[in-house]
């Protein structure tokens, strides 16, 4: 199978995937998927979709950028649960390259991923000597694995023959200026609450100059689409309200979120940590300190080029390579 008819046949996923309600077999595989995890909501399954459809959009010169040689080399890919689709990019970088893709799916997460895949097969059947779905990965070539600090340590460990991308904890910060207007903090929102949060794409920090009004923000934040009256997030919501209360440590309520003063970033469900800063150079130190934490930054261009606009964090573009590692390049090259 030739690169061009790799390209064409997801420029067609996309059209299934900007669609996906179309499709007889979606309601079901919803219901399935929610079935197999809690967090899968149909408002943020949907969303994932339109988000992958319009990442799919630049993917012809996209690829004009790479010298693609296909090796047919077998590439192992562990999948996390975190999110719907989550594993997508990794899964488009190893066909779109002329590998073959091996995954080993979480058991949290095994519907959406391979309904994808059956939709790219129906387009062209090829696709069937290129993807795999296996309980465990062995004899590959290459690994690329997802998980948390000490799963890294694990993979490192048991691959440690064979080149590979490993990727731990991260998650994402919002910087605010005081300069913006009512849509961004609105955008700011989403960025927060799709997902429930649980992506490294989702806002967990603010930083906020000295003197904001961290109440101001509450309006914003009241009614959210994306919540989906989730009850699992709403005992969240709830248990950690009654933790920072037993602990005395004061937090502004937004009345689906808890907003807690920290020098961290990485919060736990339903709780944004915040900070202020006093000038850039402070800000800048702070941002460097975390670097290899944070997935992205969501900000006006406070900092320079690199950053996301406000709402935009969970639409990421095929150029926002995960913890910064061009992945399609790093399968040219090993």
């Known amino acids: 199978m030739i690169l061009e008819d790799r390209v064409a046949a997801f420029q067609e996923l ?8 179309y499709q007889s077999s979606f309601s079901s595989i919803v219901k399935k998927a929610r079935q197999n995890n809690f967090w899968f909501t149909e408002k943020n399954i949907t969303f ?6 319009h990442m799919l959009d630049a993917l012809p010169l996209w690829v004009r950028s790479y010298n693609i040689v296909g090796k047919k080399k077998k590439i192992g890919v562990i999948v996390p649960s975190n999110i719907p689709l989550v594993g997508f990019y990794d899964f488009l970088c190893v066909l779109i390259s002329g590998n073959i893709f091996i995954g080993k799916l979480s058991s949290s997460n095994n519907v959406l991923l391979p309904y994808v895949a059956d939709l790219l097969c129906s387009i062209n059947s090829d696709f069937h000597n290129y993807i795999y779905f296996k309980n465990d990965i062995k004899n590959v070539d290459i690994l690329i694995a997802t998980g948390d600090d000490n799963t890294a340590h694990y993979f490192n460990y048991v691959y440690s023959g064979i080149s590979k991308i490993i990727r731990k ?28 949060g649980l992506g490294c794409r989702n806002v967990s920090k603010l930083f906020l100059p000295v003197n904001f009004d961290v109440n101001a923000l509450k309006i914003f934040f009241l009614k959210n689409e994306f919540l989906s009256f989730s009850e699992a997030y709403l005992d969240n919501y709830n248990y950690q309200k009654t933790i920072l209360k037993i602990n005395g440590i004061h937090f502004f309520d937004f009345e689906n979120l808890l907003l807690v003063h920290s020098d961290k970033i990485h919060a736990p469900i339903s709780v944004v940590y915040y900070e202020y800063y006093d000038n850039l150079t402070q800000l800048q130190k702070k941002i460097k300190y975390y670097q290899d934490e944070i997935q992205c930054i969501v900000a006006q261009d406070i900092l320079g080029d690199n950053l996301v606009r406000f709402g935009a964090s969970q639409s990421p573009s095929l150029h926002d390579y995960p913890d910064g590692v061009d992945v399609l390049k790093f399968l040219l090259t090993n």
Do not use: C, M, Q, W
């Not at 996309?14 to 309600?21: G, I, M, T, V």
């Not at 955008?187 to 997902?195: E, R, T, V």
């Open 169 to 196: 904890n991260r998650t994402s910060v919002a910087i605010l200026n005081g300069s913006e207007k009512d849509d961004d903090y609105r955008s700011l929102a989403k960025d927060i609450y799709l997902y429930f």
């Open 14 to 21: 996309s059209k299934f995937l900007s669609n996906p309600h």
């Open 48 to 53: 994932s979709f339109f988000a992958l459809s």
